[in-house]
Nanobody
Framework: QVQLVESGGGLVQAGGSLRLSCAAS????????MGWFRQAPGKEREFVGG????????KYADSVKGRFTISRDNAKNTVYLQMNSLKPEDTAVYYC??????????????????WGQGTQVAVSS
């Protein structure tokens, strides 16, 4: 089992920045790819970005490329999502998720085995 706890959400004006953190406990953090997903009211959960277990490879949704950056610190069992130039359409609950490093880094939610409880991000115009 891997337990994931997100933090860092909040209310920010358009153009502002937030950094989300996801702290992991339980099984060896460095054995897992990590993903960030988000879900807005009335919409399906969508992939935001992911990072391999080594931290060498990242993937991003087109909607956040150039604005969001994922990083991880395996010594601290933490993955981060730096969000810059935020837009009102970024408003959602953000979830981190852990998936097996035995497969390729995935953009689909079903590939991730463990999920956090989510943190709310609201961007005002």
């Amino acid at each position: 089992q891997v337990q994931l706890v997100e933090s860092g959400g909040g209310l920010v004006q358009a153009g502002g920045s937030l950094r989300l953190s996801c702290a992991a406990s339980g099984r060896t953090f460095s054995n897992y790819h990590m993903g960030w997903f988000r879900q807005a009211p009335g919409k399906e959960r969508e992939f935001v970005g992911g990072i391999t277990y080594t931290g060498w490879i990242t993937k991003y949704a087109d909607s956040v490329k150039g604005r969001f950056t994922i990083s991880r610190d395996n010594a601290k069992n933490t993955v981060y999502l730096q969000m810059n130039s935020l837009k009102p359409e970024d408003t959602a609950v953000y979830y981190c998720a852990a998936g097996s490093a035995r497969t390729v880094l995935s953009t689909t939610a079903r590939s991730y085995e463990y999920w956090g409880q989510g943190t709310q991000v609201a961007v005002s115009s």
